[in-house]
């Protein structure tokens, strides 16, 4: 399978997605879009968050509040780099996203409800589909 992705995703793609690498911060297509619409794995296609979810983290990656769906992704404990975090893996194709943190918003600007959670995705694991005509 891995074989499949070697094929299809450029080297950087590959290293952040199938080998956990981290792309460098302030340096992805999305950490600072705006736009309306959806976040897509950029593996296989499938919805992972919401541009509603999405906050800017001041971190330099793109960060949400919660994904899409409770079955867009899965988390795992990551030990690799001497500390206890939690990796956020994409449900369907088992890519590295990147990792979640509990140092989210747990109210928005606007008065909406948050999670406390800050989902903290490289871009280039992303495929961003905007909204069109107003949906």
Request: proline share 7%; hydrophobic share 25%; glycine share 8%.
């Amino acid at each position: 399978m891995d074989i499949d992705f070697k094929k299809k995703l450029p080297p950087d793609q590959y290293h952040v997605m199938r080998e956990k690498g981290t792309e460098p911060p302030f340096t992805g297509k999305y950490y600072k879009t705006k736009d309306k619409g959806f976040y897509k794995c950029a593996a296989c296609g499938a919805e992972l968050f919401s541009s509603e979810t999405k906050f800017d983290s001041g971190t330099g990656w793109p960060s949400f509040y919660a994904p899409a769906t409770s079955e867009s992704v899965k988390t795992a404990p990551d030990l690799s780099s001497g500390m206890m975090r939690t990796e956020v893996i994409c449900q369907k194709c088992c890519s590295h996203l990147g990792h979640v943190f509990e140092d989210g918003p747990k109210t928005l600007p606007d008065g909406r409800q948050a999670t406390g959670k800050r989902y903290c995705v490289n871009s280039c694991a992303l495929e961003f589909n905007p909204e069109k005509n107003g949906n």
